[in-house]
């Protein structure tokens, strides 16, 4: 399936059923002129239906996930990106687990590109970013201020981005609770992601309201909002974001969805359905669950 075919469920195509031609052969005038009007309060309520249904907003745009991409599928600008020799090893050493050509083939990641990275920590998802859009793109890597507990994080970013081939990024440090917090100008940005952080802005106590409303801002029309997570269980909604950081998929959709943005599509590629979504990812011998979501600002 091809979500970004699919007519979206909001879509009065989905809801209703095609409707016969209800206008019978009549034999006199007043059985026309009747049935004249029962066509006009039909055609009156459908189109109250219409919108009705057009200004409903289900949690969950999208009713499959895509598997895995095929490799032809992955194209060889990305897979060089990942292969690069100067990519550090340490960073090597995590692909196993995050897979970061499938991901960045999934958001769509092109040269050329104005993409943001929100909540960079170290600088994995940078440095694949800034590979990715090469020299005539731009990546704005973004932290809030490091607590003196992550100092060694940020020390590992400011190294990062001080190495050859990472001359097309810039470093934004600047705090959730500012509207700029991405440092762009409105409507500049082709993609933006946040991988494997969004909880924790909940833990943090950020006002998620107003983070997602600034990328919004600061995505062009048709631009990219990416998010991968750490899975909680159905229904939990925040309850487990500080303590297992993890959280539940529905609440991210629809915190994102408030602020405009329309999920067109969701990926299967992190799942694991072994996981009880009962421990921090760090406590296991597995894999977390996790979930792939692609949003679009609307045209
Ligand atoms: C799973 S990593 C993802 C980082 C990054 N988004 C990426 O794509 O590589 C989560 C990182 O967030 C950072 N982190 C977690 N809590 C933080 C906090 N309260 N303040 C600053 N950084 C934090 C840690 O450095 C941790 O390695």
Redesign the pocket.
Request: glycine share 10%; proline share 5%.
């Given at each position: 399936m091809n979500p970004d075919r699919t007519p979206h469920p909001s879509d009065p195509r989905r809801r209703l059923k095609p409707v016969s031609n209800p206008v019978k052969p009549v034999s006199n005038l007043a059985t026309a002129r009747r049935s004249s009007i029962r066509v006009r309060a039909a055609v009156a309520t459908a189109l109250v239906a219409v919108l009705i249904l057009a200004t409903q907003r289900p949690a969950a745009a999208v009713e499959q996930e895509l598997g895995p991409l095929p490799a032809s599928a992955i194209p060889g600008y990305i897979t060089a990106a990942v292969n690069s020799p100067d990519r550090p090893a340490a960073d090597k050493d995590k692909d196993a687990s995050r897979d970061p050509a499938q991901m960045m083939a999934f958001f769509g990641i092109k040269p050329g590109m104005k993409v943001a990275?929100i909540?960079?920590?170290?600088?994995?998802?940078t440095e694949l970013l800034a590979r990715i859009v090469g020299p005539t793109g731009t990546v704005y890597s973004q932290?809030?201020p490091?607590?003196a507990?992550?100092k060694d994080?940020e020390t590992a970013w400011h190294d990062r981005l001080k190495e050859p081939g990472l001359g097309n990024v810039v470093e934004v440090t600047k705090g959730f609770d500012q509207p700029d917090f991405l440092g762009v100008p409105p409507a500049t940005l082709d993609a933006a992601l946040?991988?494997?952080?969004y909880h924790?802005l909940i833990a943090?106590g950020f006002d998620t309201a107003r983070f997602n409303q600034a990328v919004f801002r600061a995505l062009k029309p048709g631009g990219i909002f990416g998010t991968v997570d750490n899975s909680a269980q159905p229904g939990s909604g925040a309850r487990d974001a500080a303590t297992l950081h993890r959280i539940d998929e529905q609440l991210e959709i629809a915190q994102i969805e408030k602020a405009g943005f329309r999920l067109v599509a969701a990926s299967s590629l992190y799942r694991n359905p072994h996981d009880p979504r009962t421990q921090p990812f760090w406590k296991l011998d597995h894999h977390q669950d996790r979930f792939m979501l692609k949003f679009v600002k609307p045209r």
């Open positions: 990275d909540w960079a920590a170290g600088g994995y998802t932290n809030a490091f607590p507990k992550f994080a946040i991988n494997l952080n924790d943090r």
